[in-house]
């Protein structure tokens, strides 16, 4: 019902500010372009459809594709298990991504979701026939189990020399493994594999003793537990309590299989009988334990299964999370994906002892009834500090970095390095500008950017915590006012270097090779004149119209990198030469204090015979709207003041440039 209400609004937002005629425009393109992308529950694909008109804008994805391998179909558990994850990361990260899975979906429920990748294809005799043509020479295979079903697939990488990994993510070799573990496969990963992970410590153990058991000779081994879209599960964000929830003196809630023998059911009735006024909220497919609802207390709540992207608000909401696994031959094998997430949302995690998971922050472990109801009476206070520490290191594309790290070793030198300077803006954002600087040092090995932070007359003190927090490691810039133009001119009068990017204090980077794609771009067109994150479209009344989040998949084909037919680009995430940006004179100081100054500037650029190119896959994460207030009346007279001299501006100066849009 949210996800309507939302489209709804997002309708009357567009009647009132563009009339009935731009309305239903916007609506078309959108049911067209859907239509085009089309990822249905209940169907595999292959070959995003592209007419030849749309694709003489589009560069297409170079490099390795990487193909999952997997058990089940991405929209599985609403497609929070961890092989989706990887395919969401990859594509997330510029590659190409093709999804093969073994088994078809079993579930009481199926969710439409967008699925970021080229193919996802059932794995049977007529999927072997199409994927031939997509497999090149050094591209990555990832199988997450040793089942027979994989026995072609295997055989067409390893014909076209294609790198392997083979990740022990369960112990197969009890229940969970019926029907997918077959030991004449498992050897054969082993021996063929050139990286074997481990998702648990004693995952990691089991895949050594294998190599000794099957006399393999010794190859890498490595230890990567799951991780967390901390884009998704992103703490510092607002949430509307979900209309079905149930809260009480404490709530709880739990997400995930409910049908699994390692469910310890008895550990949670005694705790809501014991205590009635705990909620505690189950998210998942019950349909298949009907024995087990019909008997638990009226305190214990199914919520039914949900779509990953709808489970962040219900911990927003949540107390302590809960993973109530019994240890054991299953459970002591675990890495839970929902442990990082339940972390990255800064809730309280209740767990019985699982091996892989002490020591995690605001983790509290316990194997009987006494041990939880203590650390529900304490109720520490969540370490936020630690949890954000944690999730950094844990994140989906810090994994999938390491594993190509390891794969991938002879990565060349960024043709940014020693040639980048970042600006950024901060005004009176303390919550989250620490972050995006933390991020930005973090991952500036493999460039060696110099960052400078303009502070534009900030005076929540955040200022003063960056001179004493990041001195010597930043350049910090205190503007005499609050502007976007000016600042933003200002950080580069204190640059020397080639390329100039600009970035918000409410964007934070993802992983050490985040400019990577940008690169790609770089090196296909000489007459790239502005890169961005984030663009737009002009309407028929030449001002900024619909915005590429307004489109699904953002407006780019999964298996597509970059497109020019846009008509302007965003500030956070841009990229441009300093030559250029001196030539057109910077922005313009009438934007300021913000609002147009990124879509005149994207327009000077083209004015001067440069292209301007957009490309989503940079590695930055974006928390909008902490530093303007969007939507108030201050701000929509602010728009509609830059708006008009923008329009004025450009129909004297080059009214062609409107003509570039969608």
């Avoid at 004449?184 to 594999?193: F, G, T």
């Avoid at 709207?625 to 602010?638: C, D, N």
């Amino acid at each position: 019902m949210s996800i309507m209400r939302s489209k709804i609004e997002k309708i009357r937002t567009h009647l009132k500010d563009d009339g009935l005629f731009e309305t239903v425009n916007w609506i078309y393109n959108c049911l067209v372009f859907r239509i085009h992308r089309k990822r249905i529950k209940s169907e595999d694909f292959v070959d995003i459809e592209i007419s030849q008109a749309e694709k003489k804008y589009l560069l297409a994805k170079s490099g390795p594709n990487v193909f999952i391998v997997a058990s089940i179909p991405y929209y599985d558990i609403g497609g929070g298990q961890r092989c989706s994850q990887l395919a969401k990361t990859f594509n997330k990260m510029g590659f190409n991504v093709i999804y093969l899975y073994a088994f078809k979906s079993s579930e009481s429920v199926k969710f439409n979701l967008s699925m970021p990748m080229q193919a996802h294809l059932f794995i049977e005799p007529k999927t072997i026939e199409k994927i031939t043509n997509y497999v090149n020479e050094n591209d990555l295979f990832i199988f997450e189990s040793p089942s027979i079903k994989f026995k072609e697939v295997l055989d067409i990488a390893l014909e076209r020399k294609c790198k392997i990994v083979y990740e022990n993510i369960d112990n197969w070799e009890t229940s969970l493994g019926s029907t997918v573990y077959n030991e004449e496969m498992l050897k054969r990963l082993l021996e063929v594999s050139e990286l074997l992970v481990g998702t648990a410590k004693p995952l990691v153990d089991q895949l050594k003793n294998y190599l000794k058991k099957y006399n393999i000779k010794e190859k890498q081994v490595v230890y990567l537990p799951n991780a967390v879209d901390e884009e998704m599960f992103c703490g510092i964000k607002n949430y509307d309590k979900p209309v079905d929830m149930v809260t009480d003196k404490v709530t709880l809630l739990y997400y995930g299989t409910l049908w699994g023998e390692w469910f310890d059911w008895d550990l949670l009735i005694d705790l809501a009988l014991k205590h009635p006024r705990y909620s505690i909220n189950l998210i998942g497919d019950f349909s298949g334990i009907k024995n087990i609802v019909d008997i638990c207390p009226y305190n214990i709540h199914f919520l039914g299964l949900k779509r990953q992207d709808e489970l962040p608000a219900y911990l927003k909401y949540t107390d302590f999370s809960l993973i109530p696994f019994k240890p054991g031959e299953i459970g002591d094998y675990v890495s839970p994906l929902k442990i990082f997430e339940y972390i990255s949302m800064y809730t309280k995690v209740l767990c019985t002892e699982l091996p892989d998971v002490k020591g995690y922050p605001n983790v509290y472990c316990g194997n009987s009834l006494e041990s939880w109801e203590e650390v529900i009476a304490i109720n520490e206070k969540v370490d936020i500090d630690a949890a954000d520490e944690f999730v950094g290191n844990n994140s989906w594309c810090s994994r999938v970095t390491k594993m190509m790290d390891i794969v991938y070793p002879d990565m060349k030198d960024s043709m940014f390095k020693d040639k980048l300077s970042i600006v950024v803006l901060n005004y009176n954002n303390r919550n989250v500008i620490f972050k995006s600087v933390n991020t930005l040092l973090k991952f500036n090995d493999f460039y060696n950017y110099e960052i400078i932070v303009v502070d534009n007359g900030s005076t929540d003190g955040s200022y003063e915590l960056l001179q004493k927090k990041y001195e010597g490691k930043i350049k910090l810039i205190k503007n005499s006012k609050n502007g976007c133009s000016s600042g933003r001119n200002l950080g580069v009068k204190h640059t020397n270097r080639e390329y100039i990017m600009f970035l918000d204090s409410d964007q934070w980077i993802t992983n050490k090779y985040w400019l990577k794609p940008y690169e790609n771009i770089y090196d296909k067109f000489p007459n790239l004149g502005l890169i961005g994150w984030a663009a737009g479209f002009f309407n028929n009344r030449n001002q900024a119209y619909h915005v590429v989040d307004n489109f699904p998949y953002r407006y780019m084909p999964a298996n597509m990198l970059a497109r020019y037919d846009i008509s302007y680009l965003g500030s956070g995430g841009m990229i441009v030469k300093r030559e250029d940006f001196d030539k057109i004179g910077g922005f313009d100081l009438k934007y300021d204090p913000t609002c147009y100054e990124d879509t005149d500037l994207s327009l000077a650029i083209r004015n001067i015979g440069k292209e301007i190119y957009y490309c989503p896959y940079l590695g930055i994460i974006h928390l909008p709207h902490q530093t303007t207030k969007s939507g108030s009346k201050e701000h929509s007279k602010l728009i509609k003041e830059k708006q008009e001299y923008f329009t004025a501006k450009w129909v004297e100066l080059n009214k062609d440039l409107f003509k570039y849009k969608k």
